[in-house]
């Protein structure tokens, strides 16, 4: 059985990042996403500082390269669109050595890439530095609704159970001839997700069952919160207030 | 005399289709038992139990644990009272880590700080998995999630513990390791298994449902030896054994 995609994206280590609350993790990182977004289109210092800010963050996890490059991977689809956009945008055609692209298209798709690529970085950052209970921890302690904790909390538990279950699903057609590179096995494919839709919804209901009989009336309890210290804030906020900074330079 | 732990009277439930699972069951189990619950597939047992703790309301007679009807307001009492142990622990361990979800149920309870930690450590070292307490149940092995799902439960410091196919899944070893578990806790266990050998090591005492009733009840070895009451309920022992 699969360890669980919430899990393998957590590496354990020693670093700042990994010992700092995960409540002042999030909320640095939302902040410094804010603040980046904020950067107006074609404000390069800012963006190429924010861009390195975002590296730095990165590295700072002490995570080897081999771990994160994959999971940059999200980054991708920006990517792509990045590299379509100078072709399909109108306006002002300037000259890009052999063709000629759209100029407010480049600006936007250089703009686009830079605040896309800061968001991956210190999401992965993140990612790899926080463990999937820490995480839930720090939405009970920053006032997430209830159900929405819940939620999370339930799809990080059963995320590797239910993939099992789809892997035994897909060995077992397997094992049965299915190869499914036509058409015509879209059906077989469908009935198959709404199997394990069915199956899923069913566990849901035998786990309230289990949650019923140990008490459950319609909150999880508390786990005992994390303490988040002043210096764990001020580092945790540092690079928001440096791409503040940036921003505000930008703007002049 | 005391009051049974449980006492069931006369209990008939019909799901929303109509179909009638229990036909007026009478049972009882007294503090300190071991009894064993048999039947065949279908025969009612897993529907008895959701019974038990009050997850279904039987649409007539009544159940009672040690004295203490179940009516809405006795819900609560009646869940701790009650510890149910479901047969896939996947469906039973639900939160990030052992710790947290052995603290779930003494949450629910109220249970806070030290009282709440002195709980969970008592539980996980009752089944021998107290080094497991950090570790997220999906890396554990299934043999591992069996115990600590009746960890969960014994930290509710039920007055009687009912193990739905206690046995089911396990490898030889793990059978044998469970066993001794659960011969060295001191709690009324009803144990509902198709496992006969299991029934016979672990039980004094044994029920036999079938078609929504208690049809037998008395020791186990006899049960199992009455060959006539065994093939009318579908119940065998595996090939090559005899008690």
């Known amino acids: 059985m699969g360890a669980g995609t919430g899990q393998h994206l957590h590496v354990e280590g020693n670093s700042l990042l990994h010992r700092m609350s995960a409540t002042a993790k999030l909320v640095g990182l939302l902040a410094l996403v804010v603040v980046v977004v904020a950067i107006p289109k074609g404000a390069w210092f800012a963006l190429a500082g924010s861009l390195c800010l975002g590296m730095l963050v990165l590295v700072s996890t002490g995570v080897s390269a081999r771990h994160t490059l994959p999971r940059l991977a999200v980054d991708l689809p920006f990517v792509v669109f990045a590299l379509v956009l100078p072709f399909v945008a109108t306006g002002t055609r300037v000259p890009l050595g052999p063709v000629t692209v759209s100029e407010s298209g480049l600006v936007a798709a250089g703009t686009l890439l830079a605040k896309a690529s800061t968001g991956a970085l210190v999401g992965v950052a993140f990612a790899v530095t926080t463990a999937p209970r820490d995480l839930v921890l720090a939405l009970q302690q920053l006032r997430v609704p209830d159900p929405m904790v819940s939620i999370v909390s339930f799809m ?50 035998r786990v309230h069952l289990a949650m019923l009989s140990r008490g459950y009336a319609g909150r999880l309890p508390a786990l005992e919160a994390p303490t988040t210290t002043p210096s764990m804030w001020a580092l945790a906020l540092a690079p928001a207030a440096i791409a503040g900074g940036l921003l505000v330079g930008a703007l002049r | 005399m005391s009051h049974p732990v449980l006492d069931l009277r ?120 107290a080094d497991l307490a950090d570790r997220p149940p ?23 513990l009912v193990l739905d196919e206690p046995s089911s899944n396990l490898d030889p070893a793990a059978r044998r390791e469970l066993a001794e578990i659960l011969e060295s806790l001191d709690v009324t266990i009803l144990m509902v298994t ?13 029920l ?20 006539e009451l065994m093939r009318a309920h579908r119940l065998e022992l595996p090939f090559g054994f005899s008690v």
Not at chain 1, 161 to 188: Q, Y
Not at chain 2, 83 to 88: A, K, L, T
Request: glycine fraction near 10%; proline fraction near 4%; aromatic fraction near 6%.
């Open chain 2, 10 to 129: 006369g209990v008939r439930y019909a799901y929303p289709g109509g179909h009638e699972a229990l036909s007026g069951v009478d049972l009882h189990v007294h503090a300190g038992e071991r009894v064993a619950l048999l039947g065949p597939n279908g025969a009612g047992k897993t529907t008895l139990v959701l019974h038990l703790n009050a997850i279904l309301r039987a649409t007539s007679g009544s159940v009672s644990v040690s004295g203490r009807q179940v009516t809405t307001d006795t819900i609560a009492e009646i869940r701790r009272c009650v510890g149910v142990v479901f047969q896939d622990p996947d469906d039973q361990l639900f939160m990030p880590t052992v710790r947290d979800d052995v603290s779930f149920g003494p949450a629910n309870l109220g249970l806070r700080g030290d009282d709440l930690a002195e709980r969970v450590d008592e539980a996980l070292t009752a089944v021998g998995v």
């Open chain 2, 208 to 227: 036999v449902l079938s078609g929504g009733r208690i049809v037998a009840d008395g020791p186990t070895v006899d049960l199992l030896r009455d060959e």
């Open chain 2, 194 to 206: 198709h496992d006969l050998p299991y029934a016979a090591q672990l039980c004094e005492r044994a």
């Open chain 1, 156 to 205: 990080v538990r059963y995320l590797s159970v239910v993939s099992g279950e789809l892997a035994r699903m897909r060995i077992a057609l397997a094992s049965r001839g299915f190869r499914g590179r036509s058409l015509r096995s879209w059906p077989t494919i469908a009935a198959s997700a709404g199997a394990l839709f069915v199956r899923s919804f069913e566990r849901g209901e």
């Open chain 2, 138 to 160: 999906h890396h554990l092995s299934f043999g591992q999630r069996r115990r600590v799902a009746i960890a969960t439960v014994l930290a509710m410091r039920p007055e009687i």
